[in-house]
């Protein structure tokens, strides 16, 4: 039987969560679990727990929450651990070199792409917005230049033509899972040849990027979430597409903001062609909007401060009609 890992565990957001879990149900011993502070959040402003704090909880793991995990404090408390491997999977810190060099076997990231396509805070965002129809997902050993170390294995999945952050979110964090758990057996694996010496020191599973094919997936900026109507209807779709259910595209209507949580490319009607965000058509589905090339049918919306409800329904309590205007 291989002897266990001990593993420290870094992440944050629910994309963390899937693999947190599988990695708990293992074979190894998750010695602490590094996730941010808790944060101001929601109209009240009170501090909010991160899922993987909620999840670790749960779980009976020993949860810590240094300000940084790079500076003083946490470096002290990850030396202290000793871990024989760092899991890193959507923490939210850059990590420095300082916390790569703790653990013996070194530390691993579970990234949501193939990389190296979509190197960078959001994967699955910018995915969508390039209207990819292939993404996966990523078990990396990591060094200081992000999301640039040897891969250790992949997983691809197919986007769905019409699907939306929200659930390829999920269905990546759920594959994700699976794939760091291979992952970590690797490296396991990996460590039991070596105690027997069996290998040479320093070689370890995985194989280089080939970092020319490498493409960046920067955070997202607000003004990133503003619908340009200007631009092509198969664009303004995979806008929405990758900002649905949350954050959410924008625009705005005659009342102020509104988001666009679902859409579609419409029909062109025959021989008519408005001004780029223009209402064209009201329907038992929602609204048609002139794109810069062809149109848009919005099927969901929230307007501030309101409930997301099907754009129908939106229309029903809001008295828009064809040849108003959105987008300002």
């Not at 010695?31 to 909620?54: C, E, I, N, Q, Y």
């Not at 979509?118 to 060094?143: C, D, H, K, N, S």
């Not at 997202?220 to 259910?245: G, H, Q």
Request: proline share 5%; with cysteine.
């Amino acid at each position: 039987m291989e002897e266990p890992l001990c593993i420290a565990f870094l992440g944050t957001a629910d994309f963390a969560v899937p693999t947190l879990r599988a990695l708990a149900a293992g074979p190894d011993d998750i010695v602490g679990v590094f996730t941010r502070p808790d944060r101001p959040a929601g109209r009240g402003r009170r501090l909010r727990a991160s899922p993987v704090k909620v999840a670790a909880q749960g779980l009976g793991l020993t949860v810590f929450q240094p300000e940084r995990v790079s500076e003083a404090d946490g470096l002290g408390i990850l030396r202290e651990l000793a871990p024989a491997l760092v899991v890193v999977v959507a923490f939210g810190e850059v990590v420095s070199a300082e916390v790569l060099s703790v653990p013996t076997l070194g530390a691993v990231n579970l990234h949501a792409s193939l990389l190296p396509r979509y190197r960078g805070a959001a994967p699955i965002q910018r995915a969508l917005m390039a209207g990819a129809t292939e993404t996966g997902v990523t078990v990396q050993w990591m060094i200081e230049e992000l999301d640039a170390g040897d891969i250790i294995l992949q997983r691809a999945a197919a986007i769905e033509a019409e699907e939306s952050f929200g659930s390829l979110h999920d269905r990546l964090a759920a594959l994700g899972a699976e794939a760091a758990r291979e992952g970590v057996a690797l490296v396991r694996s990996m460590h039991r040849l070596r105690s027997m010496h069996r290998v040479r020191e320093g070689r370890r599973p995985g194989r280089p990027q080939v970092h020319e094919e490498a493409s960046q997936a920067p955070s997202i900026r607000r003004d990133e979430l503003v619908v340009d109507w200007t631009k092509s209807a198969a664009t303004v779709v995979n806008l929405v597409r990758a900002f649905s259910p949350r954050p959410g595209a924008r625009t705005t209507d005659k009342r102020g903001l509104l988001k666009v949580l679902a859409a579609r490319e419409g029909k062109n009607l025959l021989g008519e062609r408005g001004i780029p965000g223009q209402i064209m058509e009201l329907s038992d589905e929602g609204l048609v909007v002139a794109a810069g090339r062809g149109s848009v049918l919005v099927l969901r919306v929230q307007a501030a401060g309101g409930k997301a409800m099907s754009a129908a329904d939106y229309l029903k309590g809001h008295r828009l009609r064809p040849g108003e205007q959105l987008g300002g």
